[in-house]
Every structure is written in structure tokens, then in C-alpha cells.
């Protein structure tokens, strides 16, 4: 997959079928238009192509005092996409001047001179444009002008992808993993670099990596302790681990961290990228009587982990 992030120095693709939307959480939803969008391209003889934005259009249009709660980063939703086999994906740098777009400026000078699409697979309530003025209407009636055709995602496709977003959202925040994950179809993902913390699960014996430079965005689950897999770029290596994310209140801490125990590891990768999958929540943060008791607690919830994990 092709990543373009310039959309005044795109390609001539051939035959461009396209679909647009932020694609949060590529999920199971998103993952049916993706399907209709290569069994079109494949049709056409064409490439596929998706549209998205960054930052999130809400954040732009409606300003920063509205919280975003993102399932994906933008390279977690690239490495996504990629996966699924799509021929480009364009981010489109979403600023005020591309907000105040007119529906048919939106139309002629970017959709048309910039990407040229040869299909176009929309659905039924997409808008766009300034004020969000342009619809599925405005692109039939003006598909002959330009040359394309469009072709409309059911509307029960839809109106999963918004059961679903909302779905997998509540369930994460709500502890409930299992039906994050059954929405999205993989395991969810934490991604960010390990960074310096104040080293107490090594006098506990059980060392932690603490996750750092994290978007600010990305929606964090529910404080508790996971089963997960650890994912360590830089080294090719996959290893089993239990998360912990919460804010340690037996060791009478304030802030808010994700910090990972790798089972079976004790190299030094401080600074390093690592890339969380959350398999399984195992048991609420909960404060203990004392370190012993943490560390008792803790050797109960590697037994477990590692026998889930096992399976």
C-alpha cells in the first residue's frame, strides 16, 4: 500500500476507486466497505483508494474543547489499512482552509483534479463541503460532468459503522474487551515508546515497561490488569506479557499509566517503539494491603495470563 500525505503531488492512478471516511477503528463495519471497494477495483480493472483525514475533521471544525477519544492512531489505522490489502491510501491534511471548502469546491478541485476517481463508493448520508452542505445527491448529479460514477454503501452498512464505533467504545471504557475486540475484529492496540518510571516493579520482582509518547487521543480501557501480547518493532520479536493500566494505589500513585510486565524478558528497551495487542482483561486495579500482598496477587495473574495466553 501506497501512503500519500501530500495531495498536491498525488499519482495518475488507474482507474480510481475510491472511498472516503476516518476509517477509526478499521473495524468490522469498515472492513465490509473495504471488501466492496477491492471487488470493485477488481471489476474495473482499477486501484483502490482511500480517503481520510488528519487530524479528525470534529477536532478542526469544531475546535479543541471537544474531546476526541480515538480507537486508532493514524499509523495504527495505516498498518490497519495496509493489512487489508488497499492499493493507496491518501491523508488528507484537514485544515480550515480545506474545512471552508464549498460542497462543489470539494468536488471539482480536490476530488476531480486531485484524485480523479473512475468510481466512487459513498454512503447514503456522506457529507462534506463547508457547512457539510454536500451530499450523495449533489455527487450523483454532478458524476456525468466529471466522468465518474457513484455507487451507494447500504445503508444497513452504515448504520453498523456507527453501532459498532459507539459499541466498541463503551465496551472499552466499560472493561468489557471481549466485545471491543469481537466489533473490531482483532485485538486492540496500544501503541506508543518506553519511557523512564519510577522502577517499583522491579523491587517487586516483576519489572515493568512504561508506555509513553502515546497520542492524546487514543482511547485508553478501563484501569485493570490485561493479558496481552508485546510486539517490539526495532527487534522482530513477539513476546507474552500482563499490562497493568490504572493508577497504582497501593504505592499511592495519582497518575494515570499503562506499564507492561514481558514475561520472560529482562533486556533494556527503554526508548524504543512497542505495540500492545489487549487479548484479555483479567481483574479490575484494586489497592492491596501491602507490596507482599501486590506481589502474592500478582504471581496469581501471571498463572492465569500465561495460560490463557498458552491457549
Excluded at 57 to 63: I, N, Y
Excluded at 171 to 176: H, N, R, S
Excluded at 231 to 245: V, Y
Excluded at 297 to 311: P, R, V
Aim: proline share 4%; glycine share 8%.
Amino acid at each position: 500500500m501506497l501512503v500519500h500525505r501530500n495531495i498536491d503531488h498525488l499519482p495518475v492512478f488507474n482507474k480510481a476507486v475510491v472511498t472516503i471516511g476516518t476509517f477509526d477503528g478499521v473495524h468490522l463495519g469498515h472492513q465490509k466497505i473495504i471488501h466492496q471497494l477491492k471487488t470493485e477495483a477488481r471489476g474495473c480493472g482499477g486501484e483502490s483508494v482511500i480517503v481520510t483525514f488528519h487530524p479528525h475533521p470534529r477536532k478542526v471544525v469544531r475546535g479543541d474543547q471537544h474531546v476526541i477519544s480515538l480507537l486508532n492512531t493514524l499509523d495504527e489505522k495505516i498498518e490497519l489499512l495496509e493489512a487489508h490489502g488497499i492499493d493507496h491510501l491518501i491523508v488528507v491534511p484537514f485544515t480550515d482552509m480545506f474545512a471552508k471548502l464549498s460542497a462543489s469546491q470539494y468536488v471539482a478541485h480536490f476530488l476531480v483534479d486531485k484524485i480523479h476517481p473512475h468510481i466512487l463508493i459513498i454512503g447514503y448520508d456522506h457529507r462534506f463541503g463547508h457547512d457539510r452542505k454536500g451530499n450523495y445527491e449533489l455527487l450523483e448529479d454532478l458524476a456525468p460532468k466529471y466522468g465518474f460514477y457513484v455507487k451507494e454503501i447500504p445503508e444497513q452498512v452504515i448504520n453498523s459503522l456507527t453501532v459498532s464505533s459507539t459499541n466498541i467504545r463503551k465496551a472499552l471504557i466499560a472493561g468489557k474487551l471481549d466485545v471491543a475486540n469481537e466489533n473490531l475484529g482483532y485485538r486492540y492496540l496500544i501503541s506508543g515508546t518506553v519511557v523512564h518510571g519510577d522502577k517499583r516493579g522491579r523491587t517487586i520482582g516483576y519489572p515493568t515497561a512504561n508506555i509513553g509518547g502515546e497520542d492524546p487521543e487514543k482511547l485508553i480501557p478501563a484501569n485493570g490488569v490485561y493479558a496481552v501480547r508485546v510486539s517490539l518493532p526495532q527487534r522482530g520479536s513477539i513476546h507474552d506479557g500482563m499490562m497493568n493500566i490504572g493508577v497504582r494505589p497501593t504505592v499511592e500513585g495519582s497518575r494515570r499509566v499503562q506499564e507492561v510486565n514481558i514475561l520472560d524478558f529482562a533486556d533494556d528497551i527503554y526508548g524504543e517503539p512497542i505495540r500492545i495487542s489487549l487479548y484479555y482483561f483479567i481483574r479490575e486495579e484494586k489497592k492491596f494491603s501491602s507490596l507482599e500482598a501486590l506481589k502474592q496477587q500478582i504471581g496469581l495473574d501471571k498463572e492465569q495470563i500465561t495460560l490463557l495466553l498458552k491457549h
